[in-house]
């Protein structure tokens, strides 16, 4: 199955930038999709961006959250996705889960691999 490790969580005051890496192995051929759901204490998960992997043409979609803050990337030759957060809130405070799916997602319903998380905190 897929396997996925986040990396770059941490304590970042208000204003501040955080950048987010996840890298996949054991993914097979064909299309996949990655990216990134937040979890905050008592709160549903809840989807922030994703970016389709190993096409020639990136596309790109955000939760309105995160549009104009937050810019999700790739590297697809090296199945890794990057999560770039800037003017960060502490709303944003949560667990960040990297993500991955053979379809398109904006629910946890559609996700079929998740990473362990990492940990945001934004102080104000």
């Known amino acids: 199955q897929v396997q996925l490790v986040e990396s770059g969580g941490g304590l970042v005051q208000a204003g501040g930038s955080l950048r987010l890496s996840c890298a996949a192995s054991r993914l097979t051929y064909g299309a996949w999709h990655m990216g990134w759901f937040r979890q905050a204490p008592g709160k549903e998960r809840e989807f922030v961006a994703r970016i389709n992997i190993g096409w020639e043409n990136a596309l790109t979609v955000y939760a309105d959250s995160a549009k104009g803050r937050f810019t999700i990337s790739r590297d697809s030759a090296k199945n890794t996705v990057y999560l770039q957060m800037n003017s960060l809130k502490p709303e944003d405070t949560a667990v960040y889960y990297c993500?991955?799916?053979?379809?398109?997602?904006?629910?946890?319903?559609?996700?079929?691999?998740w990473g362990q998380g990492t940990q945001v905190t934004v102080s104000a």
């Open positions: 993500a991955a799916a053979r379809g398109r997602f904006t629910t946890i319903h559609s996700v079929d691999s």
